[in-house]
């Protein structure tokens, strides 16, 4: 089966401190993988994907598939940084579709 | 540029009434997904439609539906609704359709609560 696990629901670092905030998928194919943000009062948007290899607001998440992780990390966390992170996974083409997946969510708290 | 726009923003039905949500995605976006967001099980994948056609689909019953016009606003119905399906409706659109390689773009969601 398909399956996106974020193992913290809540994850408390300090300002400057690095940030490193853990997904691990079930998948046997090749996924896609990717990490939406939700800020307080404000809409989901997507952080980053992994196809894209990219750097937004710092973080970054690199596709393990050895591990089947795709943690998403920062090196020095910031006040603005604290919101919901969802890590999400597509692929798995079932009846001709494809599946989507997203973890539970981890909500990240950036203590000054 | 406009955002993606939902309404209505909250609603409130009884077990086994029919509810439509309306989705406006932002100009020149062709692709819309639908989202189910609750407490207990999260954010969930609905379907997405591109140029009017549903391509991609979870794994929900058959009560809920969905639609996309010819100016891409897209509309979900439940029917017959249940206690279970009071949650957060989330759409959002993309422009290549292929939308979960292409930068999704939220609405503020509609607030459904069954009583």
């Known amino acids: 089966a398909q399956r996106v696990t974020q193992p913290e629901k809540l994850l408390s670092v300090f300002k400057g401190a690095p940030v490193e905030l853990k997904c691990n998928y079930s998948y046997s194919g090749s996924p896609e993988l990717f990490w939406y943000v939700q800020y307080s009062r404000q809409r989901l948007q997507l952080l980053l994907r992994h196809i894209s290899r990219e750097s937004i607001k710092g973080f970054t998440a690199d596709l393990n598939k050895g591990e089947t992780s795709f943690h998403l990390k920062k090196p020095f966390a910031q006040e603005e940084d604290s919101a919901m992170y969802y890590c999400a996974l597509s692929g798995a083409y079932s009846g001709g579709y494809q599946k989507v997946t997203f973890g539970t969510g981890t909500k990240l708290q950036v203590i000054p | 540029k406009a955002g993606v726009t939902q309404t209505p923003r909250y609603l409130i039905k009884t077990r086994g009434q029919q509810v439509t949500l309306s989705c406006s995605p932002i100009?020149?976006?062709?692709?819309v997904s639908w989202y189910q967001q609750t407490p207990g099980q999260g954010l969930q994948f609905l379907f997405e439609y591109f140029s009017e056609t549903q391509r991609n689909k979870g794994n929900f019953p058959g009560r809920f539906s969905g639609r996309q016009f010819s100016n891409s606003r897209s509309e979900m119905n439940v029917s017959t609704l249940e206690l279970g399906d009071s949650a957060l409706y989330l759409c959002?659109?993309?422009?290549?359709?292929?939308?979960?390689?292409?930068?999704?773009?939220f609405g503020p969601g509609t607030r459904l609560t069954v009583l």
């Open positions: 959002a659109s993309s422009r290549l359709g292929t939308s979960f390689t292409d930068t999704q773009y």
């Open positions: 100009s020149g976006h062709r692709s």
